[in-house]
């Protein structure tokens, strides 16, 4: 197939997911979007806590800000995955929700899942007004999206949570660890644990970043990821999943 006619192929086939990403982009600092950044956050903060877990590890405290900030305070466990696993965790969910929303279509079970996790999450954890005020309002809005809309209403929201986190993960990476490295980022903390500086874990963790993506675009899309028109109307619609 000659480039100009693969191009035209990719287009037609993901035109919907490439409007979702240039709206993504050219409202990426509306307010809007700023609930969807900080769910992005959330992802980032459990992937922390999630490494404590699996390293023999507790958790004390988890915490998210309306600036897009967050914390993990963890007890015990392998500092090295629990300091790592923050941006690329992040992104692994996000590339998870994004795929599992389209070559699946067991996406209402998903919304309800992450509804589950952010509600126990916030419930247990959360202390400070603001992430539990969040956290309980986001597991609402969750939990109605997956009893009250159809399946394909809750595979675009699905898509646009991966897609943000896949936009959001490698650029607060660039920013915390390479634009700002001076900042106390969890580059800086691996740094001063076990040697090396923030520019270079920041730079792994960014080229780490930008493969994952392109593997996750490459080999997760299939052929076509259209969602037929209509499909809000009465949420029976399907996409092309090849």
């Known amino acids: 197939m000659r480039p100009a006619a693969a191009i035209l192929a990719l287009l037609k086939g993901h035109w919907q997911l490439v409007a979702l990403t240039t709206l993504v982009f050219v409202h990426w600092h509306a307010s809007a979007v700023l609930p969807l950044k900080i769910l992005v956050v959330f992802f980032h903060e459990m992937s ?27 007890r015990g466990g392998n500092g090295f995955p629990i300091m790592t696993s923050g941006y ?8 998870a929700i994004f795929i599992a929303a389209v070559r699946t279509d067991a996406d209402r079970a998903i ?4 509804c589950l996790i952010l509600l126990a999450i916030a419930v247990v954890y959360f202390r400070e007004p603001f992430p539990l005020i969040y956290g309980v309002i986001s597991s609402a809005l969750m939990l109605a ?19 943000t986190s896949l936009i959001y993960a490698p650029y607060d990476i660039f920013d915390d660890t390479i634009a700002r490295s001076g900042m106390r980022s969890d580059a800086r903390m691996l740094a001063e644990t076990y040697g090396g500086s923030a520019l270079f874990w920041g730079g ?4 780490a970043s930008l493969v994952a993506i392109a593997l996750c675009l490459r080999y997760g899309l299939g052929n076509s990821s259209n969602l037929r028109i209509g499909f809000l109307s009465d949420g029976s619609g399907t996409s092309d999943r090849n």
Not at 204 to 207: K, N, R, T
């Open 48 to 74: 922390h806590a999630l490494a404590a877990w699996g390293t023999g590890g507790s958790v004390e405290d988890i915490t998210l800000s309306s600036q897009q900030g967050g914390l993990t305070l963890s």
């Open 204 to 207: 792994i963790w960014l080229v």
């Open 145 to 163: 999206s997956a009893r009250l809309l159809g399946q394909q209403a809750n595979d675009l929201i699905l898509r646009v949570i991966g897609l």
């Open 88 to 95: 690329l965790g992040s992104l692994l969910i996000g590339m």
């Open 111 to 114: 919304m309800g899942v992450l």
